[in-house]
């Protein structure tokens, strides 16, 4: 289950697949920042990257890692992540943060 303090600093900041009233639904890169990060960290590390507030290029340069790290554990790549199965949508929220810690 969702906490809405992660909700609105991952999901409805940077995630487009974000649906109100459906925080039951978790993915991979939520469960990875909520484990790993404290929300302080989380809201520190946001805060500081301006990159962060125009996700409208992605770099993809720890794509593979990410993938290893956390996509491939992923509830949604099993039963169908839209950015996944053909790259036509953006990542998720999680996922943009992520990218954005490794690179």
């Known amino acids: 289950m969702k906490d809405d303090d992660h909700v ?4 409805k900041r940077f995630c487009s697949f974000y649906k ?3 925080e039951d ?8 920042l909520k484990k790993n990060l404290t929300l302080v960290e989380l809201s520190s590390m946001v805060e500081l990257s301006k990159a962060l507030e125009r996700p409208d290029e992605y770099t ?9 790290l956390v996509c491939d554990k992923c509830d949604f790549v099993l039963d169908g992540c839209d950015f996944r199965e053909d790259g036509s949508l953006p990542p998720c929220g999680g996922y943009i943060i992520i990218e954005k810690l490794l690179t």
């Open 8 to 11: 609105g600093i991952i999901c």
């Open 20 to 22: 109100e009233g459906k």
């Open 25 to 32: 639904l978790c993915c991979g890169t939520y469960q990875f």
């Open 60 to 68: 993809f340069e720890a794509d593979d890692y990410i993938k290893k």
